[in-house]
């Protein structure tokens, strides 16, 4: 009971001083290995990604629903698609800090994996080693890039939604219905690639996972 409270005030002050390397060290000193916790991040990565997923198709479908609402209900619905935007926002950024989590961890996880390829003593090993970070590092760029396209894609549609909640916050007439009408088939088409290039990155996510708990195995 009394090594649990000591790691969470350990590990609140690293979170609190900013140092995430500190965090990192913490959590190892207490077997909490690299290894695990970068398959950690990653999941919380995926799963972070598979939720905006969710939030950009709930946001899709309430700002097409306006075009069907007659000008006296506009009120409500621009009071509904501003939250649905705001909570997008709120998932993106979501998103982008979680990728950055497996970034600080997969580089402290790579940094002390090369240092200890000097320690071995068999240089079939070292070999083996080697092989097996640079796999790794190959596999982990491919994660990376694909969950960064994806969080990319996330921008576009932010900023359509905005346009949209804008013009509609001074526009709560047929104005604004005709308006996201005539921009309605860019916004779908924007969140058809964010969606697909999400699932990608989920996948990605998945069998790096897999790869890495193999290893472990």
């Not at 998103?95 to 090369?114: N, P, Q, T």
């Not at 320690?119 to 097996?132: D, K, M, V």
């Not at 346009?163 to 005709?178: C, E, G, S, Y």
Request: hydrophobic share 40%; proline share 0%.
């Amino acid at each position: 009971m009394r090594v649990a409270v000591v790691f969470v005030l350990v590990l609140s002050m690293a979170r609190l001083s900013g140092c995430s390397s500190a965090e990192i060290a913490v959590k190892e000193s207490l077997g909490y290995a690299k290894r695990e916790q970068l398959v950690d991040r990653v999941e919380n990565a995926r799963d972070g990604q598979e939720e905006a997923k969710e939030q950009f198709e709930s946001a899709l479908e309430e700002f097409l629903s306006v075009t069907g609402v007659q000008t006296g209900e506009l009120e409500k619905k621009y009071k509904a698609i501003k939250g649905a935007h705001e909570r997008c926002e709120d998932r993106a950024e979501s998103v982008r800090s979680r990728i950055r989590d497996v970034e600080r961890v997969a580089g402290a996880l790579f940094k002390e994996w090369e240092a200890e390829l000097e320690q071995y003593g068999s240089e079939e090993l070292r070999a083996a080693s080697r092989r097996q970070l640079n796999e790794t590092r190959v596999r982990y760029g491919t994660l990376v890039g694909s969950m960064k396209e994806a969080a990319s894609k996330m921008d576009p549609v932010l900023a359509a939604f905005k346009d949209q909640v804008l013009f509609m916050k001074h526009n709560l007439n047929a104005r604004a219905i005709a308006s996201l009408q005539e921009t309605s088939g860019q916004i779908r088409a924007d969140v058809r690639t964010l969606v697909a290039e999400m699932e990608h990155a989920i996948n990605e996510a998945n069998a790096f996972i897999k790869e890495m708990q193999a290893q472990q195995g």
